[in-house]
């Protein structure tokens, strides 16, 4: 492999105005892990703060993970890693991996505000509900497109004009209300400046499927109850079986059936 053959596409690019030199790099991707020669070829060029080499393996497992985030803010920092830079003080690695490691193992959004339930021992309770495959396939036949995973909970079209947050709830028998969901901040963020962006809530089976635009969506939180948890906030997402949205006492009830999907 000529490190200059491929430094001169990237050349050609950036002269064609198709790249900007202070934006771009490259990436090497390699079928092996055994790099050794590669790696000395790269450190003794002159383009060593151009070019960055990875794995197959190593890039699915980046990919992996970044499907189990759910901070877009984390998977960008994760792409950050993949360009030339240099790391002489480790801080920001370090950063990286416990921000990482944090959101992958979160603490389950509270049903009430008297309590933060971690998210290990949750997940080997019948209580965590997870959004069932059947209810995307619903969503994709509805909006008429087809949904990639981003990130654990937000699936967005192709070319990233459609995103949709899915969330699930088991039935909550002894409560006034029947659903519940936590909403983040930054998750309604994500589908507000999508060209179409959606809030989806499965509510207990699989049947009971809400698709609800963030237009509408968005004017309902002012008068949801809110949590935070650490530096995110999200608001609680009250259903009832009727399917009203119940919000702060006082404020009016909204109702959901016009966004159930039969």
Known sequence: MRLETIANYRKRLIDEQKLSEGHS?????????????????????????????????????????????????IVNKIHEVLIPREFTKLDEIVELLFTTAADLRPEVEAEDESAIV???????????ASFAASSLRKIEARIGSTLIKQTRSSYASADGKTVVICKASRSYDERSYRFWFGFYVFQLEMIQTASRGFAAFQCGAQ?????????????????????????????????SEDFKLIRKAGAKTMDLRPFLIS
Do not use: C
Not at 118 to 128: A, C, K, N, Q, Y
């Open 25 to 73: 790099s490259i990436l090497i991707v390699v079928g092996e892990d055994s790099t050794t020669d590669l790696e000395a070829q790269i450190r003794g060029s002159r383009h060593a703060w151009d070019i960055r080499l990875i794995s197959v393996g190593a890039l699915l497992r980046l990919l992996d993970v970044k499907e189990e985030l759910e901070d877009p803010a």
């Open 118 to 128: 971690d998210h290990t021992e949750s997940e080997e309770s019948s209580d965590v």
């Open 207 to 239: 049947d009971n499927l809400l698709l609800i635009p963030v237009e509408e969506f968005s004017q309902w939180t002012a008068q949801m109850n809110t949590t935070k948890v650490k530096s995110r906030v999200y608001w609680h997402v009250h259903i």
